[in-house]
């Protein structure tokens, strides 16, 4: 219940506020099913041990943090636009969606930052298990689904996008990528999920 009503208080204005999303093309489209160029990207990133289903909500609290101005340039980069700013005149909006992927033993969980900044712009985070990354453009084979953030669910939206890739020749080049678009208090026949592998970038 904690955990509910921390999430319904950071995110409860998105369904009235727009909220920028990760910059992609779509490629190819089939249903539900989608080829997707993305441009690069600078995340936050937190990694973290537990489940699959427990990771997100462990690794949701600092990262919340360092966007809210848990940082040494002292800067709150808002979830929602318009975003409210400390300090030096910028305003800044995260993008969604929030993504989760195995990295050895632990879930890499991450917030995208905005289009436009760089590593060299945003904040440092004051909290040494949130760093930044720049992660270059990519091809990904991508699946749509709506429902409860179950393993279940994941699993079986997971092999329904590895049998597509499949019919189509599609290789994969890392591991899949769990995207969640709203608040958990969303209901599950409205919420936007997707689940993200990684194809090898054309030559």
């Known amino acids: 219940m904690k955990r509910l009503l921390f999430w319904m208080l950071i995110m409860g204005g998105q369904a009235a506020m727009a909220v920028e999303e990760a910059a992609y093309e779509v490629v190819t489209k089939q249903g539900r099913f989608e080829v997707r160029a993305y441009a690069p990207q600078i995340v936050a990133e ?18 919340f943090r360092y966007i809210d101005g848990d940082n040494r340039g002292r800067a709150k980069i ?34 995208v930052m905005p289009a436009g900044y760089t590593l060299e ?42 049998q597509w890739m499949n019919e189509q020749g599609l290789a994969p ?14 209901p599950w026949f409205l919420r936007r999920n997707e689940i993200l592998i990684p194809l090898a970038l054309p030559p």
Do not use: C
């Not at 975003?83 to 890499?108: F, H, K, L, N, Y």
């Not at 080049?173 to 969303?186: C, L, Q």
């Open 46 to 63: 937190v990694l973290i041990d537990g489940t699959l289903e427990e990771a997100g909500d462990r690794a949701f609290r600092p990262l």
């Open 121 to 162: 712009s945003l904040p440092e985070p004051d909290d040494p298990a949130v760093t930044l990354h720049q992660h270059p453009a990519r091809r990904v084979a991508a699946v749509r689904y709506s429902g409860f953030w179950s393993e279940k669910n994941y699993r079986r939206n997971l092999e329904a996008l590895r």
């Open 78 to 111: 808002a979830m929602t636009a318009p975003v409210a700013q400390e300090a030096a005149g910028e305003q800044i909006a995260m993008t969604a969606p929030v993504s989760q992927e195995r990295a050895g033993d632990r879930w890499a969980v991450r917030f």
């Open 173 to 186: 080049a890392g591991e899949p990528v769990w995207a969640r678009y709203n608040p958990p208090f969303t």
